[in-house]
């Protein structure tokens, strides 16, 4: 009898506790965090329904209120100043209780999602490096970048909690986040001097349509949605699931933009790749409910000989057009920084702080950077001759020491030669004494092929080819 008293005892206790603490925050809300600087920000959590809720922000000593509704939501929009390095807090006051974040800054804030190379993290993987990164884990130190990774975690429904902790880079945090979202936010703070918070949510062998709510894949009927929970092995194969358990929950929390590096695991799909795209980005603009411009700047798969479908070329060829037709995009060509039998390649500055470059030219005041790789424009038949000329290439092109290869040219019979090349101002002449009467051109457009070609800025020049020839691997 005494122990039935005594656990009715601590049952009491504890409902009286859970009635005490009616407030509930998402996790992606806790001390620490990064609030997008001159912004209408949202902060939403759960509580009794009618629960009045008072929300006050010391940076400018206001206090905003609501009503918890009857779906125990509840939401409030508050302005947030110019970025500083100023610490502050946000306290939230519900009738039972009250909430003080700390240690808040105001500054820019970035959602870094998609596969294993945006995933993997500065200490690298198992028997595969990120260059350099020992040295720059412990440079890293830094209380005005900081970090939130989401806890990989899949749901066949939208979900409100995601796992994480908001954290300052330093020599402890930064070996695990990961690597090309490290690079690109290290550039950003250094050169914006403003605090930068990365919101990290990627899964390894991830597909888009696993990053795509149900309502996003609505004209891909063909995308079959699970109705069983997928295991951990085949999970980011599965349509929904990570938009379900990473995303929905910090959609709406206000962010500048999105990085993403993706694809890989896509190239099947290759030909309705941009309309996936499309239909993500389009979603993500109404889940975050952004007015204005929503950018997701991306990385190109890089050039690696072992893909499964060995359609890379013609995956990337799909990204370029992308960037080149979807407003609100911009892609970093990657053609120098793939391995050949290295999936997951070492080189992870180089997407990073290409991503960087993107956002400073195009989103904060840097417009004269040239940041632009140089990218097919047309083509022209002389005598036996093919002219293939390049937009974002006034200042010229280079190969910065490489022997000029990797392009083939190919007549009515459709048979690729090799091609002699060479530059010319800023175009490349192209002949072949297999091809008499050439009229079609491709670089570098096979699985794995090495970058020979750059922008005088150094950007390499992405496979491409003048033909629409599928069928001609």
Same mark, same amino acid.
Request: hydrophobic share 40%.
């Given at each position: 009898m005494r122990k039935i008293f005594f656990l009715s005892l601590v049952m009491f206790c504890c409902g009286l506790h859970a009635a005490k603490a009616s407030l509930v925050l998402p996790r992606v809300f806790t001390d620490g965090m990064v609030l997008q600087q001159k912004s209408e920000v949202k902060i939403w959590g759960k509580g009794s329904p009618k629960e009045k809720v008072i929300l006050q922000t010391s940076w400018n000593g206001k206090s905003y209120g609501t009503s918890v509704g009857v779906d125990s939501l509840w939401k409030i929009t508050v302005s947030t100043p110019e970025a500083s390095f100023t610490k502050y807090e946000v306290t939230l006051v519900g009738e039972r209780e009250k909430i003080v974040l700390k240690d808040v800054l105001i500054g820019e804030v970035w959602l870094c999602s998609g596969q294993s190379n945006m995933h993997m993290p500065m200490k690298g993987y198992f028997n595969q490096p990120v260059s350099g990164s020992l040295a720059d884990i412990v440079a890293s130190e830094n209380d005005y970048l900081r970090f939130f990774t989401v806890k990989q975690n899949s749901s066949?429904?939208? $979900?409100?909690?995601?796992?994480?902790?908001?954290?300052?880079?330093?020599?402890?945090?930064?070996?695990?986040?990961?690597?090309?979202?490290?690079?690109?936010?290290?550039?950003?703070?250094? /050169?914006?001097?403003?605090?930068?918070? $990365?919101?990290?949510?990627?899964?390894?062998?991830? *597909?888009?349509?696993?990053?795509?709510?149900? *309502? +996003?894949?609505? &004209?891909?009927?063909?995308?079959?949605?699970?109705?069983?929970?997928?295991?951990?092995?085949?999970?980011?194969?599965?349509?929904?699931?990570?938009?379900?358990?990473?995303?929905?929950?910090?959609?709406?929390?206000?962010?500048?933009?999105?990085?993403?590096? @993706?694809?890989?695991?896509? @190239?099947? &799909?290759?030909?309705?790749?941009?309309? $996936?795209?499309?239909?993500? %980005? !389009?979603?993500?603009?109404?889940?975050?409910?952004? @007015?204005?411009?929503?950018?997701?700047?991306?990385?190109?798969?890089?050039?690696?000989? %072992?893909?499964?479908?060995?359609?890379?070329?013609?995956?990337?060829?799909? !990204?370029?057009?992308? +960037?080149?037709? !979807?407003?609100? /995009?911009?892609?970093?060509?990657?053609? &120098?920084?793939?391995?050949?039998d290295i999936l997951h390649c070492a080189d992870k500055k180089t997407p990073g702080e290409r991503l960087a470059y993107i956002a400073l030219a195009n989103l904060y005041g840097f417009n004269t950077l040239s940041y632009r790789s140089p990218e097919f424009k047309s083509l022209n038949q002389i005598d036996e001759k093919l002219i293939v000329r390049f937009n974002y290439a006034k200042d010229g092109l280079n190969t910065f020491g490489r022997e000029l290869n990797n392009f083939k040219i190919a007549g009515e019979d459709r048979v690729f030669y090799p091609a002699k090349a060479e530059i010319v101002l800023n175009s490349v002449e192209l002949s072949s004494p297999e091809v008499s009467h050439p009229i079609a051109v491709r670089y570098a457009f096979e699985n794995y092929a090495e970058s020979t070609l750059f922008g005088i800025n150094g950007q390499p020049v992405s496979s491409f080819r003048s033909d629409d020839w599928d069928d001609i691997p």
């Open positions: 066949l429904v939208p $979900l409100f909690h995601c796992d994480g902790v908001w954290e300052n880079a330093s020599m402890e945090t930064t070996a695990d986040f990961s690597a090309t979202a490290y690079y690109f936010g290290r550039l950003l703070q250094k /050169t914006l001097n403003v605090p930068v918070g $990365l919101i990290h949510a990627s899964w390894g062998g991830s *597909k888009i349509e696993a990053w795509m709510s149900k *309502k +996003a894949l609505a &004209d891909f009927p063909e995308i079959r949605i699970p109705t069983e929970e997928p295991n951990r092995r085949v999970a980011p194969l599965r349509a929904t699931v990570m938009y379900n358990g990473m995303l929905h929950p910090i959609a709406g929390y206000t962010i500048k933009g999105v990085i993403w590096y @993706q694809g890989e695991s896509s @190239q099947r &799909d290759y030909k309705k790749y941009p309309a $996936l795209f499309k239909a993500m %980005h !389009q979603d993500w603009i109404e889940k975050w409910n952004v @007015q204005t411009d929503f950018p997701i700047y991306f990385c190109q798969i890089t050039p690696y000989d %072992h893909y499964t479908f060995k359609l890379a070329h013609f995956m990337r060829e799909a !990204q370029l057009k992308i +960037a080149q037709n !979807q407003p609100n /995009t911009a892609m970093a060509v990657l053609m &120098d920084a793939g391995e050949k």
